[in-house]
């Protein structure tokens, strides 16, 4: 249990990009997009080391890895900002140490790997229309943020036939743009913020409590299961349920991967608010709160979700900027 953990943590980790024929040996041959001049460098040879490179078992092994300050080393700017400024043809983007980064930095989040999708691109071959539609006429929009290649998290996407179900219930709700934001927003999980791991199902097994983006205070959580022993890193288990505080879905399709994120397909719109009570009319009255909405502060320690030390926290309404977190801005 723990090495498949450890496995799949590793997968997380290496920006969810991956090679398995062993032709790839790390990315040379994904690498696309350079500007003239501009290649990947020679990793130089250290002291001990036996020259056989073997490739890590992933389907595509590109990298985003974020551009360091030449004299502290320390990132002012990561790939997301970086692509957003429209710095990706910049001198510095491709003068990373070859140690660190011989293809350069954010090869992802620049569009230079011809071997993954964006989140959105992977929803959209899902079949995921409603889930799409909804994300770009929210306002504002997801449509941005979704197709950036260096978005980082899990999408909880509600079938089409889920959609309709909810739309047929609560129409006045999901046509108010504002509202429909913090609903979609309810459904990403964004990734465990110490470890940087993304949720996926052999996470979810654990029955871990799941913070999302929603700016209100309600959270979700798996239901713990025992791992089938012909599981893999690649996980693709189904039939568990996520709850959230007044309804449940169940999974029937998971961890399907995009550049830096995966895609869970759920049967039930999860809703952060008392479907028996009177309807919110706007996203204010969605999220019921006007204080503060929690982060992500659960903990991966082995085979246990632990809570964080304390709770990061930001002023329900603050908003989303696509492809982070709301900053915290010294709420009580």
């Known amino acids: 249990m723990r090495t498949l953990i450890a496995a799949v943590m590793v997968a997380g980790l290496i920006a969810c990009c991956h090679a398995g024929s062993g032709k790839d040996v790390w990315g040379i041959d994904t690498l696309v997009g350079y500007p003239a001049g501009e290649g990947r460098k020679e990793v130089p040879v250290q002291a001990g080391d036996t020259g056989n490179q073997t490739p890590i078992d992933l389907d595509c092994q590109c990298s985003d890895a974020d551009p360091r300050d030449e004299a502290t080393q320390t990132v002012k700017f990561g790939c997301w900002y970086q692509r957003a400024y429209g710095k990706c043809q910049e001198t510095y983007m491709f003068d990373a140490n070859a140690e660190l980064a011989p293809e350069g930095f954010c090869q992802i989040s620049c569009s230079r790997c011809n071997c993954c999708q964006s989140a959105w691109d992977v929803a959209q071959s899902l079949g995921a229309t409603r889930f799409l539609q909804a994300a770009e006429v929210a306002q504002p929009s997801l449509k941005a943020m979704l197709q950036h290649p260096g978005f980082t998290g899990t999408l909880l996407v509600p079938t089409d036939a889920a959609w309709d179900a909810a739309l047929a219930r609560f129409q006045s ?33 654990l029955g871990p409590k799941l913070y999302t983006l929603s700016d209100g205070p309600q959270t979700l959580n798996s239901s713990r299961f025992a791992l089938p022993a012909d599981v893999t890193w690649r996980g693709g288990l189904t ?94």
Do not use: M, Y
Not at 177 to 201: D, M, Y
């Open 173 to 205: 709700l999901l046509q108010t743009p504002a509202a429909l934001q913090e609903l979609l927003k309810f459904h990403i999980l964004p990734p465990e913020p110490v470890r940087r791991g993304l949720w996926t199902s052999p996470f979810l097994s």
């Open 239 to 332: 039939g568990f349920t996520i709850s959230g505080p007044f309804n449940a879905a169940t999974v029937v399709k998971s961890d399907v991967q995009a550049c830096k994120a995966f895609v869970t397909l759920i049967d039930t719109v999860l809703l952060p608010f008392d479907p028996a009570g009177p309807e919110p009319t706007d996203a204010a009255a969605l999220l019921g709160v006007q204080g503060c909405a929690v982060l992500p502060n659960s903990l991966i320690a082995g085979q246990e979700i632990k809570p964080g030390e304390s709770n990061r926290q930001v002023c329900s309404g603050a908003g989303l900027n696509p492809g982070r977190l709301p900053q915290p801005v010294g709420c009580a």
